[in-house]
């Protein structure tokens, strides 16, 4: 009764009480078998990554106490956790820390010890300051790369910036329907090769009547050249980018955004870029990204959803890992050979 206790909580995602309430056992009887299921499955020593995936997802809301000594509020549970993901392996979720901050990120690893640590050779990370930190501290050996999602999703925030300025000072309002501008704004946020002709010719030609539009006309262009710079990874386009490309690329975003630099956020968005520029390049050269953190994050979610949150953040740890690295503990899928079709070449009377 335990083990099936344990079974339905930790492979089918079941919330304790509802299993427990299924076999017919109580709920620490339930939640004990599954720590004895899953505490020998993820004390496992790590193996060896190459590509090392560094996210932040929202464990939930924080929690505080207060201090009967000093009569301050001390923090309980942080609201966030970081995870580290195995990227180019099958490892999935390696583990999480409470926190986001550069010292809870490098006691993760400061911890995973030397050896393992000397054998990352690139490191994954969003456009963050925090986790950079740490991976110059921790992995001084390792090439940091910028998931490329994060930098189109930049541009793309850059350019709602850029319409909401110019309408402002255009109407002395917020943009609302019929405004020109308002009617082309999901244009401008959708991919230059997911739109059709008609709809390419629509952005000009509402754009390009005033000075306002065309701020807005300049920006999106902007934001395209970034993205034929990222779509040089040999995912998208198949062939191994050669660094006179990404140079030329570079080149011609940069040579935009210097033209047109009365546009304070385009900028500011040129800026960022030259700040992060040694990490996009590494991540174009190598073709790496965070999909797969991203992914398990959605996993982590779902079970905190399914188990309607957590209150102990160890169980919570525990149960997303676990969950996390299920597919990598499924045995591997054996093909049955058929066996050969017999034709029978004679005239069936029938």
């Known amino acids: 009764m335990r083990d099936h206790a344990a079974q339905l909580i930790g492979e089918a995602g079941i919330p304790v009480c509802t299993a427990a309430t299924q076999v017919g056992i109580s709920w620490p009887s339930a939640h004990q078998a599954l720590i004895d299921r899953i505490d020998p499955v993820l004390d496992t020593r790590l193996e060896p990554v190459e590509v090392l995936g560094i996210d932040e997802t929202r464990r939930g809301r924080p929690r505080f106490t207060r201090d009967p000594d000093t009569d301050r509020t001390v923090l309980l549970a942080d609201r966030w956790h970081t995870g580290f993901v195995d990227l180019a392996g099958d490892q999935g979720l390696l583990g999480q820390v409470e926190g986001r901050t550069a010292d809870d990120t490098a006691y993760w690893l400061h911890h995973a010890g030397p050896a393992w640590r000397a054998r990352v050779q690139v490191v994954v990370i969003d ?205 591997p899928t054996v093909t049955t050979p058929r066996s050969p079709t017999v034709i029978n070449e004679q005239h069936d009377p029938g």
């Open 127 to 331: 456009m963050s300051t925090i986790y950079a930190s740490a991976v110059r501290r921790m992995l001084p050996h390792a090439r940091p790369a910028v998931d490329p999602f994060h930098v189109v999703q930049l541009a793309t925030k850059m350019i709602g910036d850029v319409r909401r300025r110019v309408v402002r000072e255009k109407y002395g309002r917020r943009g609302r329907s019929g405004d020109g501008e308002y009617g082309v704004k999901n244009l401008l946020l959708r991919n230059r090769e997911h739109i059709t002709p008609g709809q390419f010719d629509k952005i000009p030609s509402t754009l390009d009547g005033d000075t306002a539009g065309q701020q807005i006309l300049l920006a999106w262009i902007a934001k395209e050249k970034l993205r034929d710079l990222i779509r040089l990874r040999e995912p998208i386009c198949g062939t191994h980018p050669t660094p006179e490309r990404i140079r030329h690329h570079l080149h011609e975003f940069f040579t935009w955004c210097a033209t047109y630099n009365h546009i304070p956020e385009l900028t500011s968005l040129a800026q960022t870029i030259d700040r992060w520029r040694d990490p996009i390049i590494t991540a174009i050269e190598l073709g790496v990204s965070n999909a797969k953190s991203e992914g398990l994050n959605r996993v982590i979610k779902l079970e905190g959803r399914k188990a309607y949150g957590f209150r102990n953040t160890t169980n919570q740890r525990r149960r997303l890992r676990y969950a996390t690295t299920r597919t990598s503990r499924r045995p």
